[in-house]
């Protein structure tokens, strides 16, 4: 593991790259989404860094947790980072009502609707988040670590769907030692990790396997075999999420009049 010292140089490496990104976009500052774990903070708090007068928070309570909205705003206060908030929650429920009428006035079976209603809620967030960002002149900031980037556990045009990925090459255990190092509050460094996107749901339970494991694995070191197993289906199945959309090359004519 690194040293604090080596942290604060690495995330200082962080906030350069993320000011030169903005310059090289020609926008006026950053966006990201506070959820109130640990991933969103530390991105928030090197959002801060980067762009102390123009970064805004957005915390989109749906359906959720009142206690993620609490850490939320725990994390922007101990920030002083300007933060507004947007209750997806009826947004969801409109959207996901209507869908499930049309489906099953066409006879079709709604067999995963968990599933369904969690990818939603990322996308409503990621919309909401470019329409901030359009308003600000602002680039939208992600928050996947590298276990998620890894074996996709991440919405595919949700929180996936961002400009930046500054964290994508951390493991969770380098991003708990970042927090702390930034001085984010214990009880979000140690915050058990969770999407929000239905009740009682958490990363590990989802992913099947822990933070830890899957950190030794993208370091190299011997985890179980079938641990082994289940992180390089995931990775195998995910790698459309990890790549821009198929096309097809047609011949092209050699006049259009």
Known sequence: MWSTEEILERQKQVVEWLRGKNTEAKTKGLVCGISGGVDSAVVAALCKKAFPDYCLGVIMPCQSNPADREDAYLIAETLGMEVIEIDLGEAHAAIY????????????????QQAGQGNLKARLRMSTLYTVANIREYLVVGTDNAPESYTGYFTKYGDG????????????????????????????ASRTPTAGLWQGQTDEGEMGFSYDLIDKYLLGEKIPDDVVAKIERLHKMSEHKRQLPPTIELEKPERLD
Do not use: C, F, H, Y
């Open 97 to 112: 009502d209507q869908m499930k009428t049309a489906l099953k006035a066409n006879q079709t079976p709604l067999n995963i």
């Open 161 to 188: 769907g961002v400009d930046l990925l500054p964290i994508s090459s951390l493991t969770k255990t380098e991003v708990r030692a970042w927090a702390r190092a930034l001085g984010l509050p214990e009880k979000i």
